[in-house]
């Protein structure tokens, strides 16, 4: 098999807005795919639709060789989706500990991953009593990640991981995700198209609702026709 | 930053609140002698604690799932007189049982039938008109059953007038039991049972089959269940097991339970009112709250009908009555000893009053009442804070969609809480009963005192809901003593007395006051 994830032509409602209206990708086992385009252009949502917080109405998604549409969320992301939000959704309330065992979906995920969880962000292991509302910014960031890494993910969706972070973070963050590619499949949207350039291997493009270009990273960079249309700001 | 700055920054409002409490508090002693308070300060203990039962069900359903369930008063209302049947007319209760047991049977195997029809391929019509047939054969079928099936009928009326005097009749063994009632001449006991379990399997069936249209694809709960639902099959034959138990031996079960003093049959009631309220709360989330999940305006209409149909079920079946029910026989005690004047002889004597500070408090309102509600404070807390189902009611208040994309199932953990949180009130209605008394109006006035206090503690906290049913309920009594006592004004000749309708009014003017101060309330979350 040579995609773990295949979306095809997908259309997704929110209310009566028509979001998407034909966003088609794969994405291969083992890749980091960047989903690049402009404020506003559906990329976020392209992400829930995959995992079923924003169902599509028509379209299909393949994971794994099974068709995962239709399905409720909770079921898709135990497949071996893990997501991380935009603008680090973790459980402000609740403890970092408990925030890493809540992600468990089997007893024990926490105990066997904690070593490399904890390696990739020392600070977690540092800060394991604190509420969420207590951390940094970054340390939400990761905290947001580590969790997504707790229970054993085929691939990682990830929506603007460097979003207000700090430079310095953001290489940190950059060297962590870059690790983790080496077990897991990763699709992440990005704003920042320098960051992206350094994290992905292969690109999509959406535009308005539809993907309209997808190819490798390295040509990008250096496409700056494409670059000018569809990712700087109009 | 200090650690005392830093955590003097985090409770500030919390300190000043208790600060502020507790000089109003003293304020409003100074004039009073010491029995009056301490009896206004249990009273209001007691009030408050009630009001948290209901509340704290309230707030965790709409902080967890955003619905507004205005039907919560009522539950408590119909857990108060589902718990003075059981107390006072057991005889009916137990003839109750089978048939809510063996119903609940076919509604608890739903998992298993889901299970054994996902494999059956079905035609577009099969699957339209399935589920509603076998909806309509479970209901003719139970209807025509149920019709037949004897249940000890008797007059409200009599509890009318006394039925203090009759609960203890019946406790002392003087009240001649009621004959046990058969079925009727020409009626087979075997076809009723068997139309009565069979009717509530195929509403199961037909149940399933819906869920099977409306979700295909996923195949019962989490579509990778390849095992039939052990857990399931086990419940519903532990009661069809149960319900034929109890109708076999229907009589002399009945002759045990009217054998015991109210106090066991207290305890009883305690189990069947949660047990009821979680049923009631489980069957209604299902059903009708869950289709309507996206929709507000819907939810608050529709829980409003349910709390008005509530109420007309309750005078159908009970009457217009009021009733008053009795205490458990352990605090009942009066004579040699009482009131008691220590623990020892509160123990020994099992006094209805207690001596406290010279005032004559009684044993079950003012303090069993409170006692539960700080034990039920605490239980849930614990719960809360301690298991991973409270981990996920607290990730799931802040944001139930991301708790779903870590791969837990949302739903069923929004069906718990709410029929978790329904049984907590109907179980407020038992405790409550001896203190407020039975009439259908209970609801309605509990659930306004229920609002106030979350607006005053904040809609989605749960140490909010405690702390305002505390303020509303201390606030209502000394508002209550100094209408008896009259507060000295100056320049004014005669005390001010408040009368009776500023109760109500003195409590919704501190939410008014506090709202506009904090707009969240006292501990809850700027959202």
Not at chain 2, 358 to 368: A, D, K, L, P, S
């Amino acid at each position: 098999m040579d995609r773990l994830l295949a979306v095809h032509d997908i259309h997704t409602f929110i209310g009566q807005f028509h979001i998407l209206q034909g966003v088609s990708l794969d994405v291969p086992p083992g890749s980091r795919v960047a989903l690049l385009g402009r404020n506003g252009a559906g990329k976020t949502t392209t992400l829930k639709s995959i995992l079923g917080l924003t169902p599509p109405r028509k379209g299909r998604v393949v994971f794994n060789g099974e068709e995962i549409q239709g399905r409720r969320s909770f079921d898709i992301a135990a497949m071996g989706i893990g997501y991380v939000p935009e603008h680090r959704a973790i459980f402000r309330d609740l403890s970092v500990e408990e925030n890493l065992k809540l992600a468990e979906r089997a007893k024990g995920d926490l105990d066997r991953k904690d070593d490399f969880i904890f390696e990739l962000f020392p600070d977690l292991k540092r800060f394991l009593r604190l509420r969420g509302n207590q951390l940094s910014g970054g340390q939400q960031q990761m905290l947001a990640i580590a969790r997504a890494l707790v229970p054993d993910n085929r691939l990682l969706l990830i929506d603007e991981p460097t979003e207000g972070l700090a430079p310095i973070l953001i290489e940190q963050l950059i060297e962590a995700i870059m690790q983790l590619s080496a077990q897991t499949t990763i699709l992440l949207v990005e704003q920042n198209f320098v960051v992206a350039s350094h994290l992905a291997e292969e690109y999509v493009i959406i535009e308005e609702g539809r993907s309209v270009k997808a190819g490798r990273m390295e040509d990008l960079v250096h496409d700056q026709e494409t670059i000018r249309r569809y990712l700087e700001a109009a | 930053m200090s650690q005392f700055q830093r955590r003097w920054r985090r409770n500030r409002t919390l300190w000043i609140t208790i600060l502020a409490m507790l000089l109003l508090f003293l304020a409003a002693i100074r004039g009073m002698e010491t029995k009056d308070w301490v009896i206004t300060l249990l009273r209001g203990l007691s009030v408050g604690a009630i009001t948290f039962l209901v509340a704290s069900g309230f707030s965790l359903i709409f902080g967890l799932m955003d619905v507004l369930n205005m039907a919560h008063g009522t539950f408590f209302m119909i857990g108060a007189y589902v718990g003075w049947t059981v107390v006072v007319r057991p005889d009916t209760f137990i003839d109750l049982v089978p048939p809510v047991l063996l119903v609940g049977c076919g509604i608890v195997l739903i998992p298993l039938w889901r299970h054994l029809t996902r494999s059956v391929k079905a035609g577009a019509a099969a699957l339209r008109f399935g589920p509603w047939l076998w909806l309509l054969a479970g209901g003719v079928m139970l209807g025509l059953a149920l019709a037949h099936y004897p249940v000890t009928k008797w007059d409200p009326g009599v509890y009318a007038n006394s039925p203090v005097t009759n609960s203890f009749e019946a406790g002392q063994g003087i009240l001649a039991l009621p004959s046990p009632v058969g079925f009727g001449p020409r009626v087979s006991p075997l076809i009723v049972i068997g139309g009565i379990i069979l009717g509530g399997l195929a509403i199961g069936l037909g149940i399933a089959l819906f869920n099977a249209r409306n979700d295909p694809g996923t195949g019962g709960e989490g579509g990778r269940g390849k095992r039939p639902p052990a857990g399931a099959l086990a419940l519903g034959l532990g009661l069809l097991a149960g319900g034929l138990l109890v109708f076999i031996y229907n009589n002399p079960i009945t002759e045990v339970i009217f054998g015991l003093n109210r106090t066991w049959l207290f305890v009883i009631a305690g189990f069947v009112t949660l047990f009821v309220g979680i049923a009631l709360g489980s069957v209604m989330e299902i059903t009708l709250i869950r289709p309507l999940y996206e929709r507000t305006i819907y939810q608050i209409m529709l829980t409003l009908g349910l709390s008005a149909i509530g109420v007309e079920l309750v005078r159908a079946i009970w009457g217009l009555q009021e009733f008053t029910m009795p205490r458990p026989s352990i605090f009942d005690g009066t004579g040699e000893g009482c009131p008691a004047t220590s623990l020892a002889d509160l123990i020994r004597y099992q006094c209805s009053t207690v001596s406290i500070l010279g005032g004559r408090v009684r044993t079950y309102n003012e303090i069993f009442i409170p006692l539960l509600g700080i034990i039920v404070l605490i239980t849930v807390w614990l719960l809360l804070q301690r298991t991973k189902l409270g981990m996920i009611v607290r990730a799931g208040v802040q944001d139930s969609e991301m708790v779903e994309a870590l791969g837990i199932n949302v739903r069923r953990v929004f069906t718990l809480v709410f029929a978790l949180g329904v049984g907590l009130a109907s179980f407020g209605g038992l405790i409550g009963a001896p203190s407020t008394g039975l009439t259908t109006k209970l609801g309605i006035s509990l659930l306004l005192n229920v609002l106030i206090a979350l607006a005053i503690g904040g809609l989605t906290s749960y140490p909010g809901a405690a702390l305002g049913s505390l303020i509303v309920g201390l606030l209502q009594q000394f508002i209550i003593k100094y209408g008896q006592l009259g507060i000295n004004i100056p320049f004014l000749e005669e005390p001010f007395k408040p009368t009776p309708p500023l109760v109500p009014a003195t409590t919704v003017l501190l939410m008014v006051v506090i709202l506009l101060i904090m707009p969240n309330g006292l501990l809850g979350r700027r959202e």
